[in-house]
């Protein structure tokens, strides 16, 4: 049976560092407030970046290390939920500069767990036969859409982008999938919302604001620690397998005490998540990718080895993906 294995891992990190010394100045907040509540200390920040180009260049990172021709590539998914246009995809602007010809492009949105869902993707493509080498990416621009007078939302947020090429294989890949979606709970968590003006219906006033993250960080909190614990039990379960035998568990990287709380639920050590949020803050999709690159990079990922990634955000939505490495 064909499989989707993940054969190489890429990262695009913007120059400029944040730290939360530096929001101290911006907003009425404190390092220590912050530190203590969510595990963020610093975070990267685009200047002249892009999210095309934080994404082109996780992908040429990543094509580099798999040692394969950019023209090889069938397919580019993205995942973002802050492109630089509506159209065209970021896919089809990284296409251009990685010179990936022979790709046909897409992008898909589902927030922070946007990750998951474009290795789904990849993977479906890639088992159906429809495709052999698919390079999957995350890129997110979060700060165009974060109101920096807003202390409850504009510390916790940083932009980055991650890359990973998904390899037909015969035996081994992604093992068992879970996605989901609440979307009755829409309103909890979003960002970028667009106007709906035009001469005809008298051009309602729209503001910066409008367009800034909203969240109920409560009620995100509640969510991420049921949910991620369900999916993680229903993904490893239906796999015939116990938290014994995953390697490392990855999950979108949004908060330390949501992420502490799930592993108690798990009864799983600390140890076996891999956390990186003190360094980045949360990339929204770009989180878990740039986790695995960096996982990679330490040589903690090994042949064999089984990893859960798990993510969750806007939508609300959620996946988790068991892959053997
Ligand atoms: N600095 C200082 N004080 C802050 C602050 C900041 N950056 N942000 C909020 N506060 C204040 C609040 O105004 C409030 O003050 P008050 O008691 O005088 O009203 C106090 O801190 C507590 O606020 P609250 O919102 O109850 O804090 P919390 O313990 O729920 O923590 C989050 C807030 C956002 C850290 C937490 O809810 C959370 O992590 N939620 C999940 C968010 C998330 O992960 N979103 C993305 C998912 S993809």
Redesign the pocket.
């Known amino acids: 049976m064909i499989k989707s294995e993940i054969i190489a891992t890429g990262a695009g990190i913007p120059k400029k560092t944040v730290t939360n010394f530096d929001l101290e100045k911006i907003?009425?907040?404190?390092d220590e407030?912050?530190y203590t509540?969510?595990g963020i200390k610093e975070r990267h920040v685009v200047m002249d970046e892009t999210g095309a180009t934080l994404a082109a260049e996780a992908a040429k990172e990543a094509i580099g290390k798999a040692g394969i021709d950019p023209k090889e590539i069938d397919m580019i998914v993205v995942s973002t939920c802050s492109p630089d246009y509506l159209t065209p995809t970021v896919g089809c602007m990284v296409q251009k500069e990685i010179g990936a010809v022979n790709a046909s492009c897409m992008d898909v949105s589902a927030?922070?767990a946007g990750f998951i869902f474009a290795v789904s993707v990849a993977d479906k493509y890639i088992r159906a036969s429809a495709a052999k080498t698919v390079l999957v990416i995350a890129s997110e621009v979060l700060s165009k859409f974060t109101n920096w007078e807003d202390?409850?939302t504009c510390?916790?947020f940083g932009d980055a982008a991650g890359a990973v090429i998904m390899r037909a294989s015969e035996d081994r890949g992604i093992i068992k999938e879970e996605l989901g979606s609440k979307g009755e709970d829409w309103e909890v968590?979003g960002n970028g919302k667009l106007p709906t003006a035009n001469c005809f219906n008298g051009m309602p006033k729209f503001t910066q604001d409008d367009t800034s993250i909203f969240?109920d960080?409560?009620e995100?909190?509640k969510f991420?620690t049921t949910k991620l614990k369900e999916s993680i039990c229903n993904v490893v379960e239906s796999a015939g397998l116990t938290m014994d035998d995953i390697k490392f568990f990855v999950p979108?990287q949004?908060?330390t005490?949501?992420i502490e709380v799930v592993a108690k639920k798990l009864k799983v050590d600390m140890d076996k998540f891999y956390m990186n949020i003190e360094r980045y803050g949360?990339t929204?999709s770009a989180s878990i990718p740039v986790a695995l690159k960096e996982m990679d990079d330490n040589g903690l990922l090994n042949k064999g080895d089984k990893i859960i990634l798990s993510g969750?955000?806007?939508g609300l939505s959620w996946g988790t993906i068991l892959v053997e490495w």
């Open positions: 907003v009425d907040t404190s407030w912050i509540r969510t927030a922070c202390r409850t510390v916790l968590l969240m960080g409560r995100v909190f991420a979108h949004a908060n005490r949501i949360n929204s969750f955000g806007g």
